[in-house]
């Protein structure tokens, strides 16, 4: 096939395609056993979507007239698609380190809460910051977690509770979607706690009244494009019934349903979500055995956060009862300031001492795959599709998202192994492991002992 491409990965030892059918997602026997490739190459072409994907020798045969902007021998590694990261609140200012010690001397998230600290703290702080302080703080995150693998990220507001912040920390996100080569899923969460001086009724009628009509004008004016709606459904936060009229109300400017719900009390917020059709429910370590049934039968997504459960000292989520009942698990990192996951890098070349302070602020992660294999009992197969594919469909992106299939977006892992469960088995330091990502066919992070990082 003659013409111009953006990319050709050569003879890479193992291409998990995750997917080999078109399938929007996996599970039972489809997330225990994924497609993969030995011994092949793919090529993306200059509209950054995959062209062909295949054996060495036929896509050498195919392409042979071809000419490629970048090609990258891959003999002996694996090439994954790129991770999704299916929940996180990456958006803030002031971290709450101080807070870290009252847990381990016993306090529960919801006593922290309402002693002033948890998201009330960080809602001071954000509110304070300027929108600029944000974006940086913002971008360096986005950069961390991209040189781990995340190529799709899903981004909440949620630190303001009031309009005027909202909007900052969406705007700072819509401007992120529009300069970064990294995807980005946005999702209002104004109902992400009940402001101070509020009951939540009357938060609610704030949301309904004016916070949303307030998205729906400016979606149509094209200045800020909302993909999610999200409510805190918690006992002391919203109840069932403040959520329903949130999450319908949502619905009905064409957001999709993605909230929080069953973390701490069991609150039947998967009935809740089956019956209003959510496209994902995150958290879930209450569920009710009817809830996953309910899930399961409306195909609402289950987006489990190990790391949550780790810091928090909560029980785990019934992940395997999920799976063997047919629910679509999907996983997300939930990186906020209250939920870290650090990891040591070795990127000084990229990164001055300041930015490198910032940078290790995020999550990496494959270390939540690891964590929901060990903590959760889920195989490696069913942690990557929960990573991949599945957390694509939780975000409504699985058509372009999350597997490698002629036709979706070409964003892509390359591991120096030639195993691809090294990318879960080893317990961080993935600096060492990954040597590319690549986001539409073009080279956004490269290892630097591959090279100098190449120009378009």
């Known amino acids: 096939m003659a013409g111009r491409h953006r990319l050709l990965l050569e003879n890479a030892q193992q291409l998990v395609l995750v997917c080999g059918r078109g399938e929007e997602y996996l599970r039972r026997d489809g997330a225990a056993s994924l497609a993969l490739l030995p011994g092949a190459s793919l090529v993306v072409g200059l509209d950054g979507c995959i062209k062909a994907v ?11 007239g071809a000419t490629f902007e970048r090609i990258i021998d891959c003999s002996g590694k694996c090439v994954l698609p790129g991770l999704v990261d299916a929940h996180t609140h990456p958006v803030w200012a002031g971290d709450r380190v101080h807070e870290f010690a009252m847990k381990l001397a016993g306090a529960s998230y919801m006593e922290i809460h309402q002693a002033g600290g948890g998201i ?16 940086n703080t913002f971008k360096h995150r986005l950069e961390r977690m991209r040189r781990a693998g995340s190529t799709l990220v899903e981004c909440k507001s949620g630190y303001g509770l009031n309009l005027e912040t909202e909007l900052k920390m969406l705007r700072v996100i819509e401007r992120a979607k529009q300069s970064m080569d990294i995807g980005i899923s946005s999702t209002y969460c104004g109902a992400h706690s009940v402001p101070r001086g509020k009951t939540a009724t009357e938060a609610t009628d704030d949301i309904i009244n004016n916070h949303l009509p307030k998205l729906k004008e400016l979606k ?34 064409g957001l999709q349903i993605n909230f929080h719900g069953d973390e701490l009390h069991p609150m039947k917020s998967a009935e809740l979500g089956a019956e209003l059709g959510a496209r994902a429910i995150s958290h879930l370590e209450e569920i009710s055995d009817e809830g996953i049934t309910a899930m399961a039968r409306a195909k609402c997504a289950a987006v489990l956060l190990p790391t949550t459960a780790y810091m928090l000292r909560l029980k785990q989520p019934p992940a395997r009862k999920m799976l063997e009942e ?19 890098v070795s990127h000084s070349s990229y990164l001055n001492q300041h930015e490198l302070m910032k940078s290790l602020t995020c999550t990496t992660y494959p270390m939540v795959m690891h964590l929901a294999c060990v903590n959760m009992k889920m195989s490696m197969n069913e942690a990557l599709a929960a990573a991949t594919i599945n957390a694509a469909y939780a975000l409504g992106k699985s058509d372009t998202h999350g597997s490698i299939e002629t036709g979706k977006q070409g964003d892509l892992v390359i591991i120096n192994s030639s195993r691809w469960e090294h990318l879960i088995y080893q317990f961080g330091g993935h600096e060492a492991l990954i040597d590319y990502v690549i986001v539409k066919g073009k080279v956004v992070y490269q290892n630097e002992r591959c090279g100098t990082m190449s120009s378009y």
């Not at 295949?54 to 042979?64: E, H, L, T, V, Y």
């Not at 009330?120 to 974006?135: C, G, I, N, P």
């Not at 069932?240 to 949502?250: N, P, V």
């Open 326 to 344: 047919g629910v679509i698990v999907a996983l997300g990192s939930d990186f906020n300031p209250n939920a870290y996951c650090f990891s040591m």
């Open 120 to 135: 009330h703290f960080t809602v001071e702080h954000t509110r304070k910051a300027s929108e600029e302080e944000l974006f």
């Open 220 to 253: 149509l004016s094209g200045e800020i494009h909302v993909n999610n709606i999200d409510v805190f459904c918690e006992k002391g936060v919203f109840d069932l019934d403040s959520t329903r009229r949130i999450l319908q109300a949502g619905k009905d400017i």
């Open 54 to 64: 295949g054996q060495a020798d036929a896509i050498r045969n195919q392409f042979s």
